[in-house]
């Protein structure tokens, strides 16, 4: 992303002396997918995804397909996406998101990776849609989780796992901090969408990934427990939903 592209090498300091020692870096169309995988490819300390997001959406042809597919394929991409449903912004018609997001579920299916979820204002149409998927899924992050928590437990009956971002740090997040403390803690990811969803104390600036610390010290806070469990509670659940190896080195928070 422009916000942080032009600064990597701090960014990757500032997440390290904040305890992050991972950061899986999210595909949102073609062009992002390969520069994410570039990145994971020149940084051991990085992984990637590959998606096409509901704000770029468009009916794959066999030759965006084939591409996705290639990308899904190489070691270190661990994910598809973000995919999903975005009825909020409505970038792209609904049918047209529908349609890119089935075929986006059919090819992790055949490329045997997690997919992560971008759905907003859309949660009735999903749960329609991946009813016809799960049960062929390696399994499945629901990215920036904001639904209820009737919401969230279709969401972990399918056995996904929902991840947390900075805005559980925002006063007025009352539904979003009642999944955060209810959620069995092996289902619970932090995340932070960066550049975007900055928590408190840093809200209204650019997010970068150091300050996913004050997501999971938040989290630590509606949980009852300490900033060190959280630390590695939501590490070793990442480490699971994306298969990653057991041994990455530093804690993550």
């Excluded at 990308?71 to 994910?79: D, H, K, N, P, T």
Aim: glycine residues 10%; hydrophobic residues 40%; negative net charge.
């Amino acid at each position: 992303m422009p916000e942080l592209g032009g600064d990597l090498d701090g960014v990757l300091a500032r997440a390290a002396a904040a305890g992050v020692g991972e950061i899986i870096t999210i595909g949102v169309d073609l062009p992002s997918s390969r520069k994410a995988l570039e990145l994971a490819c020149n940084c051991r300390r990085i992984y990637a995804t590959a998606g096409v997001h509901p704000h770029d959406s468009f009916p794959l042809d066999a030759e965006a397909a084939g591409e996705l597919i290639r990308l899904a394929r190489q070691e270190r991409v661990v994910a598809i996406g973000e995919i999903g449903l975005d009825y909020y912004w409505d970038h792209q018609p609904r049918a047209v998101q529908q349609e890119c997001f089935r075929r986006q579920l059919e090819l992790a299916a055949e490329v045997a990776l997690p997919v992560v979820f971008h759905i907003r204002d859309a949660y009735e149409d999903f749960m329609d849609i991946i009813r016809d998927y799960a049960g062929n899924l390696a399994g499945g992050v629901m990215h920036c989780f904001s639904g209820s928590w009737e919401v969230a437990e279709f969401c972990l009956d399918l056995g996904f796992y929902l991840s947390i971002p900075g805005t559980v740090t925002f006063p007025k997040s009352g539904v979003q901090q009642e999944v955060a403390r209810r959620a069995p803690a092996d289902r619970l990811l932090v995340e932070t969408d960066s550049p975007y969803l900055a928590p408190v104390p840093r809200r209204g600036k650019v997010n970068e990934p150091a300050f996913v610390a004050y997501t999971a010290r938040k989290l630590a806070e509606l949980r009852g427990c300490t900033f060190e469990e959280i630390a590695g509670q939501t590490t070793g659940n990442a480490r699971r939903a994306f298969g990653l190896p057991p041994d990455g080195g530093e804690e993550v928070a």
